[in-house]
T-cell receptor, first 111, second 116 residues
Framework: QQQVKQSPQSLIVQKGGISIINCAYE??????FPWYQQFPGKGPALLIA?????SEKKEGRFTISFNKSAKQFSLHIMDSQPGDSATYFC??????????FGIGTKLQVIP | DAGVTQSPTHLIKTRGQQVTLRCSPK?????VSWYQQALGQGPQFIFQ???????QRGNFPDRFSGHQFPNYSSELNVNALLLGDSALYLC???????????????FGAGTRLSVL
């Protein structure tokens, strides 16, 4: 049962462009929605996170948009750079409980 | 401040063998969770340890077992290895508050297990 659905699975963006990754969740009990960035051979690193009482959170070039009624959230990467090329996972959790991950989006930013 | 550390980084085993993976949590953290990440997939939750006990378990067989020590470090044991157990095994640590909350999990670099 895939409780967090992520799309697209791969994304190619030109340098300076906007990368957009979308996720949808099913379990309305989730109360924490992190995004993780993973480079080859490394573990996932927390990038940015949001709670459902906020509709948007911005940290530098990274923005999460959250739509509680639609049970959807998305990651926007502004001014995408080649160094942003990685796999991005959306995730959801409740309290201390397990983190449920999406399938991942492999982002490639081309010069 | 050391983050989450895992050992070994790589491991090669044959079918039927047993393996033990180790994890030291981030300083100040008391909760350890283990995940399995198959190639091209998102991490899948195996189990979580808190106060030296398994607090939550994912959909993994009993061949997967663990332990947490008084210093909060943890081990993941897998018995009777199958080819399908080949994956990146990730450890994540977090802090559980007195109210029972605690959600930010920090991941280690993982142990790459290859079963031949």
């Amino acid at each position: 049962q895939q409780q967090v659905k992520q799309s697209p699975q791969s994304l190619i963006v030109q340098k300076g462009g906007i990368s957009i990754i979308n996720c949808a969740y099913e379990n309305t009990a989730f109360d924490y929605f992190p995004w993780y960035q993973q480079f080859p051979g490394k573990g996932p690193a927390l990038l940015i996170a949001i709670r459902p009482d906020v509709s948007e959170k911005k940290e530098g070039r990274f923005t999460i948009s959250f739509n509680k009624s639609a049970k959807q959230f998305s990651l926007h990467i502004m001014d995408s750079q080649p160094g942003d090329s990685a796999t991005y996972f959306c995730a959801a959790s409740k309290g201390y409980q397990k983190v449920t991950f999406g399938i991942g989006t492999k982002l490639q930013v081309i010069p | 401040d050391a983050g989450v550390t895992q050992s070994p980084t790589h491991l090669i085993k044959t079918r039927g063998q047993q393996v033990t993976l180790r994890c030291s949590p981030k300083s100040g953290h008391d909760t350890v969770s283990w995940y399995q990440q198959a190639l091209g997939q998102g991490p899948q939750f195996i189990f979580q340890y808190y106060e030296e006990e398994e607090r939550q378990r994912g959909n993994f067989p009993d061949r997967f077992s663990g332990h947490q020590f008084p210093n909060y470090s943890s081990e993941l044991n897998v018995n009777a290895l199958l080819l399908g157990d080949s994956a990146l095994y990730l450890c994540a640590s977090s802090f559980t508050t007195s109210a029972g909350s605690g959600d930010i999990q920090y991941f280690g670099a993982g142990t790459r297990l290859s079963v031949l």
